[in-house]
């Protein structure tokens, strides 16, 4: 079993930047993918970001991409979500998540664990 907490959150003007960061506990993490979901009031939890185990493939939703740069740091069990040119409609609720199931996913149901989120907020 792994435990997520995710840091990093916070206010930022739109075209500003936030490092997102998700430390897991246990001494398995390199075994788990790992992805960054996100979910704005009143809508659905929605992909952002999926790494690979080791870190070597990445996936990104259109809406994140060439903004955001998700990587990991197996040695410190961490996860990370770059986030740069910030818009308000990033604004959300970030959750990490990880996956044993599969090399990685866009879906939140091959996720097995998640964090308890972090607040992003996006002024104009």
């Known amino acids: 079993q792994v435990q997520l907490v995710e840091s990093g959150g916070g206010l930022v003007q739109a075209g500003g930047s936030l490092r997102l960061s998700c430390a897991a506990s246990g001494r398995t993490f390199s075994s788990y993918s790992m992805g960054w979901f996100r979910q704005a009031p009143g809508k659905e939890r929605e992909f952002v970001a999926a790494l690979s185990r080791r870190g070597i493939s990445t996936y990104y939703a259109d809406s994140v991409k060439d903004r955001f740069t998700i990587s990991r740091d197996n040695a410190k069990n961490t996860v990370y979500l770059q986030m740069n040119s910030l818009k308000p409609e990033d604004a959300a609720i970030y959750y990490c998540?990880?996956?044993?199931?599969?090399?990685?996913?866009?879906?939140?149901?091959?996720?097995?664990?998640w964090g308890q989120g972090t607040q992003v907020t996006v002024s104009l």
């Open positions: 998540a990880a996956n044993q199931k599969t090399f990685y996913s866009s879906s939140p149901l091959q996720y097995d664990y």
